[in-house]
Protein backbone atom coordinates (compact mmCIF):
# COMPACT_ATOMS: atom_id res chain seq x y z
CA UNK A 1 0.00 0.00 0.00
CA UNK A 2 1.25 3.57 -0.84
CA UNK A 3 1.50 6.08 1.73
CA UNK A 4 -0.99 8.88 1.88
CA UNK A 5 1.29 12.28 1.71
CA UNK A 6 -0.54 15.28 4.10
CA UNK A 7 1.15 18.12 5.40
CA UNK A 8 -0.74 19.53 8.16
CA UNK A 9 -0.53 23.33 7.87
CA UNK A 10 -0.78 26.00 10.29
CA UNK A 11 -0.41 29.92 11.03
CA UNK A 12 1.11 28.81 14.63
CA UNK A 13 0.41 32.35 15.86
CA UNK A 14 -2.20 31.83 18.58
CA UNK A 15 -0.06 29.30 20.36
CA UNK A 16 3.13 31.89 20.73
CA UNK A 17 0.62 34.65 22.05
CA UNK A 18 -1.93 33.53 24.36
CA UNK A 19 -0.87 31.18 27.11
CA UNK A 20 -4.36 29.55 27.47
CA UNK A 21 -3.56 28.20 24.46
CA UNK A 22 -0.46 27.38 24.50
CA UNK A 23 -1.18 25.03 27.54
CA UNK A 24 -3.65 23.33 25.44
CA UNK A 25 -1.20 23.54 22.31
CA UNK A 26 2.60 23.19 23.68
CA UNK A 27 3.57 22.14 20.34
CA UNK A 28 1.11 23.47 18.70
CA UNK A 29 -2.52 23.15 16.71
CA UNK A 30 -0.15 21.30 13.69
CA UNK A 31 1.62 19.03 15.76
CA UNK A 32 -1.38 18.20 17.53
CA UNK A 33 -3.24 16.94 14.68
CA UNK A 34 0.22 15.84 12.76
CA UNK A 35 1.14 14.10 15.75
CA UNK A 36 -2.30 11.81 16.21
CA UNK A 37 -1.52 10.96 12.20
CA UNK A 38 1.64 9.58 12.51
CA UNK A 39 0.20 7.01 14.83
CA UNK A 40 -2.32 6.01 11.47
CA UNK A 41 -1.06 3.51 9.34
CA UNK A 42 -0.85 4.51 6.34
CA UNK A 43 -0.30 7.64 6.56
CA UNK A 44 3.30 10.09 5.79
CA UNK A 45 3.09 13.31 7.86
CA UNK A 46 4.49 16.54 7.74
CA UNK A 47 4.18 19.89 8.77
CA UNK A 48 4.36 23.38 7.77
CA UNK A 49 3.61 27.12 9.55
CA UNK A 50 3.26 30.55 7.80
CA UNK A 51 6.53 32.02 9.25
CA UNK A 52 8.71 29.86 7.91
CA UNK A 53 10.14 31.21 3.61
CA UNK A 54 7.24 30.30 1.39
CA UNK A 55 5.19 29.54 4.27
CA UNK A 56 6.36 26.50 4.13
CA UNK A 57 4.45 25.77 1.27
CA UNK A 58 7.55 25.33 -1.59
CA UNK A 59 7.25 24.00 -4.90
CA UNK A 60 8.91 20.86 -3.59
CA UNK A 61 6.73 20.57 -0.39
CA UNK A 62 3.25 20.75 -2.80
CA UNK A 63 4.13 18.42 -5.05
CA UNK A 64 4.69 16.19 -2.46
CA UNK A 65 1.50 16.62 -0.61
CA UNK A 66 -1.06 14.23 -1.37
CA UNK A 67 -3.70 15.96 1.44
CA UNK A 68 -2.68 19.66 2.17
CA UNK A 69 -4.74 20.16 5.73
CA UNK A 70 -5.22 24.18 6.55
CA UNK A 71 -5.80 25.99 10.29
CA UNK A 72 -5.96 29.85 10.12
CA UNK A 73 -7.32 32.50 11.90
CA UNK A 74 -5.61 35.67 12.80
CA UNK A 75 -3.01 36.20 9.88
CA UNK A 76 -5.42 35.15 6.31
CA UNK A 77 -3.86 38.32 5.01
CA UNK A 78 -0.86 37.64 5.86
CA UNK A 79 -0.45 34.44 3.28
CA UNK A 80 0.77 35.71 0.36
CA UNK A 81 -1.07 35.50 -3.08
CA UNK A 82 1.47 33.51 -5.02
CA UNK A 83 1.27 30.40 -2.63
CA UNK A 84 -2.59 30.55 -2.34
CA UNK A 85 -2.69 30.50 -6.52
CA UNK A 86 0.02 27.07 -6.48
CA UNK A 87 -2.27 25.79 -3.75
CA UNK A 88 -5.35 26.41 -6.05
CA UNK A 89 -3.61 25.00 -8.44
CA UNK A 90 -2.21 21.62 -6.74
CA UNK A 91 -6.17 20.90 -5.84
CA UNK A 92 -7.58 21.62 -9.14
CA UNK A 93 -4.67 19.17 -10.18
CA UNK A 94 -5.95 16.48 -7.34
CA UNK A 95 -4.30 17.16 -4.09
CA UNK A 96 -7.25 16.85 -1.48
CA UNK A 97 -7.57 20.03 0.53
CA UNK A 98 -9.20 19.90 4.71
CA UNK A 99 -10.40 23.38 5.70
CA UNK A 100 -10.44 23.41 9.67
CA UNK A 101 -12.33 25.82 11.72
CA UNK A 102 -11.53 29.25 11.29
CA UNK A 103 -9.90 28.19 8.13
CA UNK A 104 -13.38 29.08 6.37
CA UNK A 105 -11.76 32.52 6.31
CA UNK A 106 -8.83 31.97 4.68
CA UNK A 107 -7.65 32.99 1.26
CA UNK A 108 -7.51 29.69 -0.64
CA UNK A 109 -11.31 28.41 0.58
CA UNK A 110 -12.64 31.50 -0.67
CA UNK A 111 -10.40 31.35 -3.96
CA UNK A 112 -12.47 27.73 -4.43
CA UNK A 113 -15.71 28.39 -3.20
CA UNK A 114 -15.60 31.97 -4.77
CA UNK A 115 -18.09 33.43 -2.38
CA UNK A 116 -17.11 35.63 1.41
CA UNK A 117 -16.22 32.07 3.22
CA UNK A 118 -15.45 34.27 6.30
CA UNK A 119 -19.46 35.32 6.32
CA UNK A 120 -21.23 33.84 9.45
CA UNK A 121 -22.47 34.29 12.93
CA UNK A 122 -20.31 33.35 16.00
CA UNK A 123 -19.94 33.58 19.61
CA UNK A 124 -17.24 32.49 21.93
CA UNK A 125 -18.71 31.63 25.37
CA UNK A 126 -18.26 28.02 25.61
CA UNK A 127 -21.19 26.22 24.87
CA UNK A 128 -22.03 22.34 24.21
CA UNK A 129 -22.04 21.60 20.49
CA UNK A 130 -23.32 18.67 19.16
CA UNK A 131 -21.86 17.42 15.22
CA UNK A 132 -25.01 15.66 13.98
CA UNK A 133 -24.14 12.83 10.88
CA UNK A 134 -26.82 13.16 8.60
CA UNK A 135 -24.98 11.11 5.97
CA UNK A 136 -24.10 7.66 8.35
CA UNK A 137 -22.64 5.79 4.76
CA UNK A 138 -20.34 8.52 4.16
CA UNK A 139 -16.80 7.44 4.63
CA UNK A 140 -15.82 10.96 6.42
CA UNK A 141 -18.54 9.26 9.13
CA UNK A 142 -16.84 5.99 9.35
CA UNK A 143 -16.99 4.24 12.43
CA UNK A 144 -19.12 7.30 14.12
CA UNK A 145 -21.92 6.89 16.28
CA UNK A 146 -25.19 9.64 15.66
CA UNK A 147 -23.16 12.59 16.88
CA UNK A 148 -20.47 13.85 18.36
CA UNK A 149 -20.58 15.99 21.38
CA UNK A 150 -18.41 18.26 22.33
CA UNK A 151 -18.48 20.09 25.99
CA UNK A 152 -17.04 23.43 25.45
CA UNK A 153 -16.96 25.23 21.96
CA UNK A 154 -17.11 28.40 19.98
CA UNK A 155 -20.27 28.98 18.05
CA UNK A 156 -20.40 29.21 14.02
CA UNK A 157 -24.24 29.96 13.48
CA UNK A 158 -26.43 29.80 9.95
CA UNK A 159 -26.37 32.21 7.73
CA UNK A 160 -22.63 30.39 6.30
CA UNK A 161 -21.78 32.27 2.72
CA UNK A 162 -20.92 29.13 0.93
CA UNK A 163 -22.27 27.28 -2.38
CA UNK A 164 -24.58 24.35 -1.65
CA UNK A 165 -22.15 21.61 -0.70
CA UNK A 166 -21.78 18.49 -2.97
CA UNK A 167 -22.04 16.49 0.11
CA UNK A 168 -23.04 17.47 3.27
CA UNK A 169 -21.99 15.12 6.03
CA UNK A 170 -22.35 16.87 8.98
CA UNK A 171 -24.96 19.79 10.68
CA UNK A 172 -23.82 21.28 13.96
CA UNK A 173 -26.59 21.80 16.92
CA UNK A 174 -25.01 24.82 20.04
CA UNK A 175 -26.52 25.43 23.43
CA UNK A 176 -27.70 28.70 22.17
CA UNK A 177 -29.72 27.06 19.66
CA UNK A 178 -27.93 27.70 17.10
CA UNK A 179 -27.49 25.58 13.60
CA UNK A 180 -24.48 25.13 11.45
CA UNK A 181 -23.17 22.87 8.47
CA UNK A 182 -19.94 21.78 9.65
CA UNK A 183 -18.77 19.10 7.18
CA UNK A 184 -19.48 19.89 3.79
CA UNK A 185 -17.37 18.33 0.88
CA UNK A 186 -16.54 20.05 -2.68
CA UNK A 187 -15.12 18.63 -5.68
CA UNK A 188 -12.89 21.08 -7.55
CA UNK A 189 -11.02 19.98 -10.75
CA UNK A 190 -9.91 16.56 -9.91
CA UNK A 191 -9.45 17.81 -6.37
CA UNK A 192 -11.44 17.29 -3.29
CA UNK A 193 -11.89 19.41 -0.59
CA UNK A 194 -13.24 18.70 2.87
CA UNK A 195 -14.67 21.68 5.57
CA UNK A 196 -14.93 20.52 9.03
CA UNK A 197 -16.23 23.08 11.44
CA UNK A 198 -15.07 22.57 14.89
CA UNK A 199 -11.41 23.41 16.25
CA UNK A 200 -11.76 26.78 18.36
CA UNK A 201 -7.91 27.24 19.89
CA UNK A 202 -8.82 27.92 23.28
CA UNK A 203 -10.66 24.56 24.18
CA UNK A 204 -8.82 21.39 23.21
CA UNK A 205 -10.78 20.24 20.31
CA UNK A 206 -7.63 18.76 18.75
CA UNK A 207 -7.50 16.43 21.48
CA UNK A 208 -10.90 14.70 21.16
CA UNK A 209 -10.70 11.49 19.56
CA UNK A 210 -13.70 11.47 17.37
CA UNK A 211 -12.77 14.94 16.06
CA UNK A 212 -9.32 13.69 15.00
CA UNK A 213 -11.28 10.33 13.94
CA UNK A 214 -13.25 12.46 11.12
CA UNK A 215 -9.78 14.27 10.28
CA UNK A 216 -8.56 11.06 9.50
CA UNK A 217 -11.05 9.98 7.42
CA UNK A 218 -11.33 12.89 5.86
CA UNK A 219 -7.79 12.81 4.55
CA UNK A 220 -8.41 8.74 2.76
CA UNK A 221 -11.56 10.63 1.14
CA UNK A 222 -9.18 13.24 0.10
CA UNK A 223 -6.65 11.65 -1.57
CA UNK A 224 -6.26 11.73 -5.21
CA UNK A 225 -7.26 9.36 -7.53
CA UNK A 226 -5.85 8.77 -10.85
CA UNK A 227 -9.41 9.26 -12.61
CA UNK A 228 -9.67 10.67 -16.33
CA UNK A 229 -7.27 12.64 -18.24
CA UNK A 230 -8.78 16.24 -18.74
CA UNK A 231 -8.26 18.12 -22.33
CA UNK A 232 -8.19 21.56 -22.25
CA UNK A 233 -8.47 24.31 -25.28
CA UNK A 234 -8.82 23.60 -28.99
CA UNK A 235 -9.36 20.37 -29.83
CA UNK A 236 -9.08 18.24 -33.11
CA UNK A 237 -12.93 16.27 -33.61
CA UNK A 238 -13.27 12.77 -33.28
CA UNK A 239 -15.71 12.20 -35.90
CA UNK A 240 -15.47 14.01 -39.67
CA UNK A 241 -17.63 17.31 -39.35
CA UNK A 242 -19.57 17.96 -42.34
CA UNK A 243 -19.55 16.75 -46.02
Known amino acids: MVNIKITVWN ?38 VLDEPEHGLSDEVLNNTDVLIWWGHLAHAEVRDDIVEKVRARVMNGM ?26 WRDDGEKERI ?9 ADGLNDYIEIPKEEMYGE ?11 FISWFEGGEVFRSGCCYRRGKGKLFYFRPGHETFPIYHHPDVLKVIANGVRWAAPVQ ?16 K
Not at 21 to 46: M, Q
Not at 99 to 111: A, C, D, P
Not at 159 to 169: C, G, M, S
Open 227 to 242: GAAISLGRVAPLEKIG
Open 96 to 121: GLIVLHSGHGSKIFERLLGTKTGDLK
Open 132 to 140: WVIEHGHPI
Open 11 to 48: EYRHEKQNELVASIYPEGIHNAIGGYLKTVDGFEVKTA
Open 159 to 169: RFDIPAPDELV
